[in-house]
Nanobody
Framework: QVQLVESGGGLAQAGGSLRLSCAAS????????MGWFRQVPGKEREFVAA????????RYTDSVKGRFTISKDSAKNTVYLQMNSLKPEDTAVYYC????????????????????WGQGTQVTVSS
């Protein structure tokens, strides 16, 4: 079993920054990719960013390109999401996700690819 623990959410003003962390643990952690998704009440969970753990290739949704950066620390099994130039529309619960390293057919931007999810961390951006 793989456990994902997120931290770093909170309140920021528009134009400000926050950094989210996602620490993975568990004997069976052999993920190929990890991602960040976000969800607001009444809407579907949406893709934010993802990273291939072996090599570091990344992908972002258009609305965060140039503002958010996903990165990894392989030694710590931790993925980060640096969020700069925050906007009120970035307000959401942010979830970290990891795949199982085996079923890799779906793209890294697709939520159904991921088997493991964190508990979510609230990000609120005030105007």
């Amino acid at each position: 079993q793989v456990q994902l623990v997120e931290s770093g959410g909170g309140l920021a003003q528009a134009g400000g920054s926050l950094r989210l962390s996602c620490a993975a643990s568990g004997r069976s952690f052999k993920s190929y990719a990890m991602g960040w998704f976000r969800q607001v009440p009444g809407k579907e969970r949406e893709f934010v960013a993802a990273i291939i753990l072996d090599g570091g290739r990344t992908r972002y949704t258009d609305s965060v390109k140039g503002r958010f950066t996903i990165s990894k620390d392989s030694a710590k099994n931790t993925v980060y999401l640096q969020m700069n130039s925050l906007k009120p529309e970035d307000t959401a619960v942010y979830y970290c996700a990891a795949d199982n390293g085996i079923n890799l057919v779906l793209g890294i931007w697709i939520s159904q690819r991921y088997d493991y999810w964190g508990q979510g961390t609230q990000v609120t951006v005030s105007s």
